[in-house]
């Protein structure tokens, strides 16, 4: 008996985890039919230009409920919503953030409770959900309580609540996954307080100086963009049954001390890369970093059969080969 | 220095809570003006009767934005919203549940944040925000990560996280508490599952037979309304420094068997009086009343100064010669 071939949706497919997960998608499944939106149409990766038949990249307003609605009366097997404003923009405009990061995927999951009752859903959530650790080697996990200092992490776990309240009444069936730290992340720097974890490797292999705001001993939890992209792609297989009494998942990571970053950069690019990372440590930055948890207990994830994340030198490693020349 | 009079909004002011917090509030400071809405126009208690000329009672629907408008363009000094579908209404009809409990509350957060920076907001929230205890015995508290097993308990838990984010950025100036199982409540039974704890008291003092539903050992975590509606009042006036990094409280209450229950009811009315209550076990209810959590750490609230309840003896008192005739 033949499986019907999917038709997968993702939204915000123009960003970095979105193209990965075009590629991981089309691995895992060679007959997977893909709908890529984003505000603006969205490139297709090249590591899938034989693909480009099963593939549509179409730009859309997801704010705007009619274009919404056009969208999702395609009617897809998998929705995965990776749209979205990131931390630091849904701090400067507190309107945008909601209106994306909330109202957007409120309207897209009352969609289809309405018109595709059970439809599965999978949503990128974060690990900024979780408040302050009070100290850095406390361990969280999806039991315990966030405490979101940021209005971006606040609204990922209010869409956690729905997703959980809708998924319960069999409305949707929908999976939340928390995403660690991801590195190394190609392209530019950014705003993000976080941007160095990746910036420290990047800008090193490339040849370019580039600066460490925090002391080398801080610890933080990140994870290769292969691993949660992975595990992004296994999570809709999961059998609903199987998550309890709640759809939230804190995807596997690893903790490491920037100074493993640096060493693992110094294994990959050797001694002349590791010393373009000027140290010169920014107090405002240190500070935020620090309250982030650093270690998560993943077990909730691996009972569910997701991947354990490579080591950081393979996570260096795979960077170089594929960005750099 | 003479303070300037508070004028206070109280939204759902027809419910039991409602009622008795317009009492309340008279009585910790009698200048004090009050506005009172419901769906209905709500009845000014016949307590304050002497009061009238600083009570206005208005029917308004707050679902309807332009007279939610209408009515917050009156700039009160601290609002009440204790307006909402109850547990039972919310579960049978979603799409009502989350208009009023969610969306009507987000409707007048973004009210006052653009019209009223800072406003002061207390929010009841509920017990119904935890998820299923594994143990009866399980202690739970602000930091226990909340799994709503009904829409009514999302609705609230999500309420709390937005209050925690406008908080924290000033945009709003909000207390979120928890309300304990209030007992006892006056007038009729009701479809909610922990009916049968305020209905053994009430019926039987008013000599009409009644069924218990569940085992007379299962613990509930109650609270009288005296206690709950002063800590409502006291709640108004805790700096909001002391909050620390999110708005929500656990009110205090007390952990009781219902043959603690039954024998104030005894202490109280006699013998005659509890043998009207007739053990009929309903294995639905009690599943569900034994899922839900019985004992609070409530710490939290006793640091920010907040009133220990009173005795079951007292509550079942109390009840008797306001409502026995």
């Known amino acids: 008996m033949s499986k019907k071939s999917e038709h997968i949706l993702i939204t915000g497919a123009g960003g970095f985890i979105g193209q990965a997960l075009v590629s991981a998608l089309l691995q895992s499944d060679s007959s997977t039919n893909i709908t890529m939106t984003d505000v603006s149409v969205p490139p297709i990766p090249s590591q899938v230009e034989n693909y480009k038949s099963q593939i549509t990249a179409t730009a859309i307003d997801l704010t705007n409920s009619e274009d919404a609605n056009k969208l999702l009366a395609g009617k897809f097997d998998v929705y995965y919503l990776l749209?979205?404003?990131?931390s630091s923009g849904s701090e400067a405009n507190l309107e945008l953030g909601y209106?994306?990061?909330?109202?957007?995927?409120?309207?897209?999951l009352d969609y289809l409770r309405e018109h595709q009752?059970?439809?599965k859903v999978v949503f990128p959530s974060s690990l900024a959900v979780f408040g302050p650790v009070s100290r850095q080697d406390?361990?969280?996990?999806?039991?315990?309580?966030?405490?979101p200092q940021s209005s971006y992490g606040t609204q990922k776990f209010m869409i956690e609540c729905l997703i959980n309240d809708y998924s319960r009444r069999g409305l949707v069936d929908g999976r939340s996954v928390r995403l660690?730290?991801?590195?190394?992340?190609?392209?530019?720097?950014?705003?993000?307080a976080s941007?160095?974890?990746?910036?420290?490797?990047?800008?090193?292999?490339?040849?370019?100086?580039?600066?460490?705001?925090?002391?080398?001993?801080?610890?933080?939890?990140?994870?290769?963009p292969d691993i949660v992209v992975q595990n992004l792609v296994l999570v809709k297989n999961i059998p609903k049954e199987r998550f309890g009494?709640?759809?939230t998942v804190c995807l596997p990571g690893q903790t490491v001390s920037v100074q493993q970053i640096l060493e693992a950069l110094e294994r990959v690019g050797g001694k002349e890369k590791r010393n373009l990372v000027i140290e010169e440590r920014d107090p405002v930055i240190e500070k935020i970093v620090e309250s982030w948890p650093s270690r998560l207990d993943t077990n909730r994830a691996f009972t569910l059969?997701?991947?354990?994340?490579?080591s950081l030198t393979e996570i260096v490693q795979n960077f170089a080969e594929r960005h750099v020349k």
Chains 1, 2 share one sequence.
Do not use: C, Y
């Not at 749209?83 to 990131?86: E, K, V, W």
């Open 99 to 108: 209106r994306v990061n909330l109202d957007s995927h409120r309207f897209i």
């Open 195 to 224: 941007s160095f974890a990746s910036g420290i490797v990047r800008e090193s292999l490339a040849g370019v100086r580039n600066t460490l705001p925090v002391r080398s001993d801080l610890d933080m939890w990140v994870g290769s």
């Open 245 to 247: 009494i709640h759809r």
């Open 138 to 147: 406390e361990v969280v996990s999806e039991t315990t309580m966030p405490f």
């Open 117 to 119: 009752q059970g439809a």
């Open 305 to 310: 059969g997701m991947h354990k994340d490579i």
């Open 180 to 192: 660690p730290t991801v590195i190394v992340r190609p392209g530019k720097p950014t705003a993000a």
């Open 83 to 86: 749209h979205g404003i990131m």
